[in-house]
């Protein structure tokens, strides 16, 4: 072989030594997994959740761990997996689905339509670490009945000690977090028939 080659060789070997050492690990995918609830008798027959709003520092495929001190802090390799909002919408549909029975509940991002005697619009502004390691969940809840013209508009604001350590920590605490929305949501929607 020529000196020529052998450089060739020595080059693409590095380059290939080059390419494997850069390249990351494949991410950890997490998914919020529904939390059961009370059941509750009362609200309006047909329920529309529509889809769901979400803080433009949350839409992302990285778990947000924190957004405190003006600092997001995102975990590379640690991934929801399928979009939050999505899995938010889902997640809240099969849990108000179980927490009222005598309901039917409707995805608006779904296959399914009907004409609703609620809707329900959320918008999620808040859902990561506060700097003691709580998780915070603020969102703006709606909802408005066919039955009359008004709506229950409220703020929530779900603080949830740390259930465990690191994303897994953080994703547990988000299930609880998302259970006790859907709580709030079930009982705005017996109140407001």
């Given at each position: 072989?020529?000196?020529?080659?052998?450089?060739?060789?020595?080059?693409?070997?590095?380059?290939?030594?080059?390419?494997?050492?850069?390249?990351?690990?494949?991410?950890?995918?997490?998914?919020?997994?529904?939390?059961q609830g009370p059941m509750?008798?009362?609200?309006?027959?047909?329920?529309?959740?529509?889809?769901?709003?979400?803080?433009?520092?949350?839409?992302?495929?990285q778990i947000v761990i924190?957004?405190?001190?003006?600092?997001?802090?995102?975990?590379?390799?640690?991934?929801?997996?399928?979009?939050?909002?999505?899995?938010?919408?889902?997640?809240?549909?099969?849990?108000?689905?179980?927490?009222?029975?005598?309901?039917?509940?409707?995805?608006?991002?779904?296959?399914?339509?009907?004409?609703?005697?609620?809707?329900?619009?959320?918008?999620?502004?808040?859902?990561?670490?506060?700097?003691?390691?709580?998780?915070?969940?603020?969102?703006?809840?709606?909802?408005?009945?066919?039955?009359?013209?008004?709506?229950?508009?409220?703020?929530?604001?779900?603080?949830?000690?740390?259930?465990?350590?690191?994303?897994?920590?953080?994703?547990?605490?988000?299930?609880?977090?998302?259970?006790?929305?859907?709580?709030?949501?079930?009982?705005?929607?017996?109140?407001?028939?």
């Amino acid at each position: 072989m020529t000196r020529h080659r052998y450089c060739r060789l020595a080059a693409f070997g590095l380059l290939a030594i080059t390419i494997a050492t850069c390249s990351s690990p494949e991410p950890a995918l997490y998914t919020i997994a529904p939390v059961q609830g009370p059941m509750q008798t009362g609200a309006p027959p047909v329920i529309v959740l529509q889809t769901i709003g979400l803080a433009r520092y949350l839409d992302r495929s990285q778990i947000v761990i924190s957004s405190e001190s003006n600092r997001l802090d995102v975990r590379t390799n640690d991934w929801w997996g399928e979009p939050l909002g999505a899995m938010l919408s889902r997640v809240l549909t099969e849990e108000l689905t179980q927490r009222l029975p005598q309901s039917t509940v409707i995805n608006e991002a779904g296959a399914v339509t009907a004409s609703p005697s609620a809707v329900i619009e959320i918008d999620i502004r808040r859902l990561d670490e506060d700097a003691g390691g709580n998780l915070i969940l603020l969102a703006q809840a709606n909802v408005s009945f066919k039955s009359r013209k008004s709506s229950a508009l409220r703020n929530l604001r779900i603080v949830v000690p740390p259930s465990g350590t690191g994303t897994a920590g953080l994703v547990t605490a988000i299930n609880a977090a998302v259970g006790q929305l859907a709580d709030g949501l079930a009982a705005m929607l017996v109140a407001g028939r």
